[in-house]
């Protein structure tokens, strides 16, 4: 569960770019965040995930306070970012052990999750080559994989289908959906509307620091009375602003 | 022509970008980079002054019987060489390793123009290097032979077109081991090692040459030329930049017909370098550039013995070293300013005496003071004061966050603190250090005999040595890391942080050092100071980063 309470960002003196925000991440669902390009996904995500620092407002993970108790919230969640381009001069196996070890997964454990996650994603293949030769949805996957291994409650994903073939794609969609299943927290951003309306269970959209919408997108068409597509109702919604 | 000035002009705004750390410019820290740029250059100066001093003094020796002209020989063999020296590591970090190659590429542009304006932007950071080595010299001797007007305009040119000739060199030198080492499915390996040899060719060029000149001038030859005087020594300077010998004689003489001839050749030399350097250039460099940034890869399944191996659990500070190192190893900048370096030192330490004709004697004279317990506490300064600088120039802490780059936000959302993080850099440059000094130290044991005893104390010294210099770098890049860069080569040599360590570093261990050697200590005397005085400051530094640092670190923001 990702509580955000009353949280504010600025970059300058104009304006803010995360205005006062407030909601829930509950247990048990996926949810999506979409938004234009500068709306305050990217912020929001960030200041979770303790990357940035909210100017007022408090952030808890679990309940824990990611201000408060740092390590202890930061053990929570498992971060994929928007760009997958790190530590490209690692092996990929060099680069999921890595990760491994900073969050303590035990030898055995991470053996067998590694073995599972590179069959999965047909990764086996190039595990002992340097991340730098991998191609941008490679890439991916590891960052991706290097999550998984050391199986958070919650996924926080900033644009995770990006680059990735229809397979995997489709593959982590699915993986999501357990996830989600099993009790546990599914957060991510994304662009591309048709994946928010196939698999989230609710979305939020933000646009301009504020949130305009927070449900499923079944109520935004009952409360909008209309039939359209996200697409459509996405467009009119973030436009009207 | 004009794609060449275009892109000349982009690749210096790129490049020259910011210095400093990232861009949040209020003006308390624009006062701040002020300061800063203020106490590089009166850190400086004293350098210049000494250098002018140097050229008067030479001068005056030397007017005495008109050979003052030899001044500016030596200045100008001085500077090129260090230019070509440094040249090296540019040409192959500018022309090769940098990261916009990729986007010139796929640009319709011919290779003499992206060559033109890389060598271009090599020739102007190549003045920075002039301004501490050839501006002096040019200045005092312009005070000095009151050349008037002529002399400012030749000197003016050749202040500015100097380090061609030497560029010229290193760059074909690099364009041909850079051409034949891009060959086969290992090429990051095979131009790692090319990197490599075309540094040996340096080092071993320099003792080469050195040679030469100490040699071919029998003591009855310069005799003869030292009676004749009118600066005829000037005509004979050196067979490898003869462009500077023409270039010095039109500067004692710059009010004369000869000055003008003799400038005549110095630019027709010039100018025919670097036609030929272009022209190999559209011969060799897509050749040698093309494919530069590719990895090699195998493609197949891991062995489960391979698979073992890899995937063990490891502590996580441990971890993170091994990951830093690795980091260091792999990134071929990298490689080349921080870890290689690391280990050059000792051998220009060593040029000098390599070059000296009775080499094998100064060696022996070396050897004999290296085992004599007389000598021991002074050579234990030397050992700390050598770890010291050679720590302090890898620049291994002192770009360690900025290294991190556009990437820092990692090191934000894992659940490590900062502390380790921090720990985990500082100790990733020391034990790099330490390979360097103690490898340094047990070769000088086997080679010169230095005693075991003293092998010892100097480790110990050099740890601490490193510890300290570590511990400033990343103290200072915490302050404001680089971590707006697009290709490597900017966070490690156009860093202002590692400028600022290492003249930090140099400026504490010589107040400490100086009296050491003032006073004579006998060795172990030497070692307690030592020892005690940096176990405080060191332990010092270590809460300041614990507090003051960590604080720095959760204030970067991504």
């Known amino acids: 569960m990702i509580e955000i309470n009353n949280v504010s960002k600025s970059y300058n003196t104009k304006g803010k770019a995360v205005d006062s925000l407030n909601i829930t991440i509950p247990n048990g669902e996926i ?4 938004g234009p390009n500068g709306a305050g996904k990217t912020t929001t995500i960030k200041m979770i995930t303790g990357i940035l620092s909210a100017d007022e ?17 930061k053990k929570q969640f498992g971060f994929v970012p928007d760009n997958p381009d790190m530590f490209l001069r690692l092996k990929g196996i060099e680069y999921l052990n890595f990760m491994a070890d900073i969050y303590n997964v035990s030898g055995e454990l991470r053996k067998q999750r590694i073995d599972e996650l590179s069959g999965r994603f047909e990764m086996t293949d190039v595990l002992g080559d340097q991340i730098s030769s991998y191609s941008h949805g490679m890439r991916q996957k590891i960052v991706i994989m290097g999550v998984l291994v050391h199986s958070p409650s919650v996924w926080i994903l900033d644009e995770p289908m990006t680059g990735l073939d229809p397979k995997s794609s489709f593959l982590l969609k699915e993986m999501m959906r357990e996830h989600a299943n099993s009790g546990k927290t ?16 609710r979305i939020a959209i933000i646009n301009k620091g504020k949130i305009l919408y927070y449900g499923t997108v079944h109520e935004m068409r009952n409360n909008l009375k209309t039939d359209e597509s996200l697409e459509k109702m996405f467009l009119e919604m973030t436009e009207n602003e | 022509m004009s794609n060449y000035i275009r892109l000349t002009k982009i690749l210096l705004k790129n490049g020259f970008g910011n210095a400093f750390g990232k861009g949040q410019k209020s003006n308390k820290k624009k006062l701040g980079q002020a300061l800063l740029y203020l106490f590089v250059f009166i850190s400086i100066l004293p350098l210049f002054f000494m250098v002018m001093g140097m050229t008067n003094t030479i001068y005056d020796a030397l007017s005495m019987i008109r050979q003052e002209g030899l001044v500016l020989v030596l200045g100008f063999w001085i500077t090129a060489m260090a230019i070509f020296f440094f040249g090296i590591f540019y040409v192959i970090n500018v022309f090769y390793f940098s990261g916009d190659i990729e986007n010139l590429l796929p640009l319709p542009l011919r290779p003499s123009q992206i060559l033109g304006a890389k060598f271009t932007v090599t020739l102007i950071y190549e003045y920075i290097t002039e301004l501490f080595i050839l501006l002096p010299v040019l200045i005092s001797f312009g005070i000095k032979s009151s050349g008037g007007i002529p002399y400012i305009i030749y000197a003016i040119i050749v202040f500015i077109t100097l380090p061609i000739v030497p560029i010229v060199y290193a760059a074909i030198l690099n364009m041909i081991i850079m051409r034949f080492t891009n060959i086969g499915k290992r090429r990051d390996l095979f131009r790692m090692i090319g990197g490599i040899i075309g540094m040996v060719i340096a080092i071993g060029f320099n003792v080469i040459i050195q040679r030469f000149v100490n040699n071919n001038m029998s003591p009855e030859q310069l005799q003869k030329m030292l009676v004749e005087g009118n600066n005829s020594l000037v005509s004979i300077s050196n067979s490898i930049f003869p462009s500077n010998g023409f270039a010095a004689i039109a500067l004692t003489s710059p009010g004369e017909v000869r000055a003008l001839v003799n400038f005549g050749f110095y630019a027709a030399f010039t100018i025919v370098l670097i036609v030929i350097f272009l022209t190999l250039g559209e011969l060799l460099y897509f050749k040698g550039v093309i494919g ?4 090699s890869s195998k493609r197949r399944r891991l062995s489960s013995k391979e698979y073992e191996k890899n995937v063990i659990q490891t502590p996580i500070i441990k971890s993170y070293i ?51 317990d007389k000598y021991a506490g002074i050579i234990l300064v030397v050992s700390f004061g050598i770890s010291i600088f050679v720590s302090a120039t890898n620049s291994i802490a002192a770009t360690s966050i900025s290294r991190e780059g556009q990437n820092i936000y990692f090191n934000k959302y894992i659940p490590l603190s900062y502390k380790d993080q921090i720990m985990a850099k500082v100790l990733s440059g020391v034990i790099v250090s330490l390979v360097g ?13 230095m005693p075991v005893y003293l092998i010892l104390l100097s480790i110990t010294a050099s740890i601490m040595a490193v510890l300290f210099t570590s511990f400033i770098g990343i103290f200072i890049d915490l302050r404001a890391p680089k971590l707006d ?37 006998s060795v172990m005397p030497v070692f307690a100071i030592i020892i005690s005085a940096y176990l405080l400051i060191n332990f010092m530094l270590y809460k300041l980063l614990m507090n003051v640092g960590v604080k720095l670190f959760a204030r970067i923001e991504a």
């Open chain 2, 437 to 449: 000094t103690i490898s340094m130290f047990l070769i000088a044991g086997i080679v010169a005999k």
């Open chain 2, 485 to 521: 860069w697009d290709n490597e080569q900017k966070a490690v040599k156009q860093n202002f942080n590692s400028v600022i360590s290492m003249m930090a570093c140099i400026f504490i261990a010589a107040l400490t050092i100086v009296p050491l050697v003032v006073f004579k200590l």
């Open chain 2, 292 to 295: 530069v940034s590719e990895t």
């Open chain 1, 31 to 34: 949810i999506g965040f979409l």
């Open chain 1, 57 to 73: 407002g408090s952030i808890k993970i679990n309940g824990i306070d990611i201000n408060e108790k740092p390590l202890e919230a």
């Open chain 1, 186 to 201: 599914v957060f991510f951003s994304t662009h591309v509307l048709e994946v928010a309306e196939k698999v989230c269970d």
């Open chain 2, 322 to 372: 091994i990951k830093e190192i690795k980091l260091l190893f792999r990134t071929p900048i990298y490689f080349m300013n921080c870890i290689l370096m690391n280990f050059l030192w000792p051998i220009f330490f060593v040029i000098p005496l390599a070059a000296n004709p009775s080499g094998f004697g100064a060696f022996q004279e070396i050897f004999a003071v290296l085992s004599n």
